[in-house]
C-alpha cells in the first residue's frame, strides 16, 4: 500500500514558511507531516488524500521542552523519545514521562510526535488525554499571523475532531508552574506490552498544607467519545487524602458514570474493571509525586 | 517527482523519485536494497522494515522518501564491517535467534540501535525493546538470548577482554 499521488512536498525552515505553505492550498489539500506515525498510515489507506504535503522535520522552532521558572513549554515537533528521556518532567508533570515511554515501540517513539498525537486525536491514544488531565494549553498560529491559545478542554472536540482549523499549525502545548504539592501519573491497558490504550487514565492531584487534596482532574483515553474528563471521580477526590478506600470509591464513581463500549478488545464491564483498577494505582502515584515522594 | 540526495550505508545517492514513494519501496527498488522487509501493508505494526535514520531505529514503511532527502540511512546491507558479520549478526547465528529469517534484517537494525544506547540491558529491558518488532517463528526467546549474547561480547570487546 502507497499514498495516492502528492503532487507537492514541501519541508519549511520556519513557522511562518509552513503556514504559508498550507494556505497556498485550498482547505484539506494540504497537510502538515509530523513523525507520520499515523499520516502515514491513513496516506496509505488513502483515508487521507494530500495533494501537498508540508513536512516540518525542519522547522527547528517546533522542537524542545522549556522550562521557565516553574512554567513548561513542550514544543509540538517534540518527540516521544525525548519526552521519555527528559527526566525534570516529573512531579506535576510526570504523567507526560509515563505515557510517552510506553507509546507503541521504540521505532514509533522515535518518529512520533505530541503534536501529531494531540492533533490526530484518535480515541485510542495517550497524549490527547494526559494534556486534558494535565490541563494544558494548545497554541497555535494561523497564516494571517493570529495567534491563539486553548485550553484543553476546549481543544479536544471528539474522536478525531479538534478546534484547530486546518490553516492553523500548533506550535506548542504549555502550562504555567504548577502550585505546590502537586503531582500525576498515567498508565494505560493494552492487549499487548505499549500496546494502544484499551483504556488510559491521567490523574493530577494537587495538595494543601494538610496534605488533602484542593484540586483533582482525570481524564480518560480508550472510550468511544473520545478523551474526556471525569468530572463524578474529581469531585470525589477533592477533600480526600488519598487513602486506598477513598480512591477506590472515586473510581468506582468515575466507572459507573462514563460510558463504556465492547469492542474486540474489551467488552464494556471489563473496561469499567480496567477504569477502577488502573484508575487507583495512578491516582496513589499522583498524590505519592504530590507529597514528593 | 522530487530529485533527493540519501546517504545509504555510506554511499550517496541521487534518484528521482515520485513524492509518494515511501522510503522502504526506495531501498528495495530503486537500490536493490531487499534485505528491508514489508510485513504489514500499512499498519506500521511489524517493525521488518526498520533501517537506521541518522542512526535511530525507524520503520521505513512509515516514511516517504523524500523525507529521507539529506540525510543517512543505514540498511541491514550495512550492518557488517570489512571483517564480516558483527557481533550481533554472529549472535544471532549462534543463538539461532531466526527460524525463516524474515523478521530477521528489522531486529537487527532496532536492536543495534538500542545495544548503543543499552549496553548492558536486563532480559526485561531486551522484551521492551523488541515490542516494535513482530517474530511469527520463534516465540522470541532465542531472539532475547542473542541480543543478551551480542551485548556480552560487545562489552567485552569494548574492555578489551575478548574480541
Ligand atoms: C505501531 C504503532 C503504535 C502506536 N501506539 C501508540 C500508543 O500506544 N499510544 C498512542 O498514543 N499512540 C500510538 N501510536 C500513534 C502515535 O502516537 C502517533 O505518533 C501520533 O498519533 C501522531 O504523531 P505524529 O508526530 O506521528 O504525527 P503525524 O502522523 O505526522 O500527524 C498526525 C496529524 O496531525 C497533524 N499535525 C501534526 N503536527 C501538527 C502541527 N504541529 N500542527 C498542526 N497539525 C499537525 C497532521 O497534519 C496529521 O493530520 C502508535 C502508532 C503506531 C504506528
Ligand atoms: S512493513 Fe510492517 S512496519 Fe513497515
Ligand atoms: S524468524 Fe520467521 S518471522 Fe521471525
New interface residues.
Given amino acids: 500500500?502507497?499514498?495516492?499521488?502528492?503532487?507537492?512536498?514541501l519541508?519549511p525552515g520556519s513557522v511562518s514558511e509552513a503556514l504559508a505553505a498550507i494556505a497556498r492550498y485550498d482547505e484539506g489539500e494540504a497537510m502538515f507531516?509530523a513523525g507520520?506515525?499515523s499520516a502515514?498510515?491513513a496516506?496509505?489507506?488513502r483515508m487521507l488524500r494530500p495533494q501537498c504535503?508540508v513536512?516540518l522535520?525542519d522547522v527547528a522552532e517546533l522542537r524542545g521542552i522549556v522550562h521557565d521558572n516553574g512554567a513548561l513549554r513542550i514544543g509540538a515537533m517534540t518527540r516521544y523519545v525525548d519526552i521519555a528521556g527528559e527526566t525534570t518532567l516529573d512531579g506535576a508533570f510526570g504523567a507526560l514521562r509515563d505515557a510517552a515511554a510506553h507509546v507503541?515501540?521504540?521505532?514509533?517513539r522515535?518518529?512520533g510526535t505530541i503534536g501529531g498525537s494531540v492533533c490526530w486525536n484518535y480515541v485510542a491514544s495517550c497524549m490527547p488525554a494526559v494534556v486534558l488531565g494535565l490541563g494544558g494549553t494548545l497554541e497555535l498560529a494561523a497564516a494571517d499571523g493570529g495567534t491563539r491559545r486553548l485550553d484543553a478542554d476546549d481543544f479536544f472536540l471528539g474522536p478525531l475532531e479538534t478546534a484547530r482549523r486546518e490553516d492553523e499549525i500548533l506550535l506548542a502545548v504549555s502550562w504555567p508552574a504548577p502550585a505546590a504539592r502537586s503531582g500525576s501519573a498515567y498508565k494505560k491497558w493494552g492487549l499487548?506490552?505499549?500496546a494502544l490504550p484499551v483504556v488510559g487514565v491521567c490523574i493530577t492531584v494537587t495538595l494543601g498544607d494538610d496534605g488533602h487534596c484542593t484540586q483533582a482532574r482525570v481524564a480518560l483515553s480508550g472510550l468511544a467519545g473520545g478523551c474526556q474528563r471525569a468530572p463524578a471521580g474529581e469531585e470525589l477526590l477533592r477533600g480526600g487524602n488519598g487513602d486506598t478506600a477513598a480512591l477506590a470509591r472515586a473510581m468506582d464513581a468515575i466507572a459507573d458514570s462514563v460510558e463504556t463500549h465492547s469492542d474486540m478488545s474489551a467488552d464494556a464491564d471489563y473496561r469499567r474493571q480496567l477504569i477502577r483498577s488502573i484508575g487507583s494505582e495512578v491516582a496513589a502515584t499522583a498524590f505519592a509525586r504530590a507529597r514528593g515522594g | 517527482m522530487?530529485t533527493i540526495t540519501v546517504t545509504v550505508n555510506g554511499t550517496s545517492y541521487e534518484e528521482s523519485v515520485?513524492?509518494?514513494?515511501?522510503l522502504v519501496?526506495f531501498l528495495r527498488d530503486r537500490l536493490a536494497l531487499t534485505g528491508t522487509h514489508v510485513g504489514c501493508?500499512?499498519?506500521?505494526v511489524c517493525?521488518a522494515c526498520?533501517v537506521h535514520?541518522d542512526g535511530?531505529?525507524?520503520?521505513s514503511?512509515?516514511?516517504?522518501a523524500?523525507?529521507a532527502?539529506g540525510h543517512a540511512v543505514t540498511t541491514v546491507e550495512g550492518l557488517a564491517g570489512a571483517d564480516g558479520p558483527g557481533p550481533l549478526q554472529r549472535a544471532f547465528s549462534n543463538s539461532h535467534g531466526l527460524q525463516c529469517g524474515f523478521c530477521t534484517p528489522g531486529i537487527l537494525m532496532?536492536m543495534s540501535?538500542?545495544l548503543a544506547r543499552h549496553p548492558d540491558p536486563s532480559d526485561e529491558e531486551i522484551?521492551?525493546?523488541l515490542?516494535?518488532?513482530l517474530c511469527r517463528c520463534t516465540g522470541y526467546v532465542h531472539i532475547v538470548r542473542a541480543v543478551r549474547e551480542a551485548a556480552r561480547e560487545m562489552r567485552e570487546g569494548a574492555s578489551g577482554v575478548q574480541a
Avoid at chain 1, 500500500?1 to 512536498?9: L, N
Avoid at chain 1, 507503541?104 to 514509533?108: A, E, F, L, M, W
Avoid at chain 2, 535511530?56 to 520503520?59: L, S
Avoid at chain 2, 514503511?61 to 516517504?64: D, E, P, T, V
Wanted: aromatic share 6%.
Fill in positions: 500500500m502507497y499514498p495516492s499521488v502528492i503532487e507537492e512536498y519541508r507531516l507520520g506515525q502515514m498510515q496516506m496509505k489507506s504535503v513536512d522535520q507503541g515501540d521504540r521505532q514509533v522515535n518518529r499487548v506490552r505499549d | 522530487k515520485p513524492e509518494r514513494m515511501l519501496d501493508t500499512y499498519e506500521g517493525g526498520t535514520l535511530e531505529a525507524v520503520k514503511c512509515m516514511m516517504l523524500v523525507q532527502d532496532n540501535d538500542f522484551r521492551s525493546g515490542v516494535g518488532n
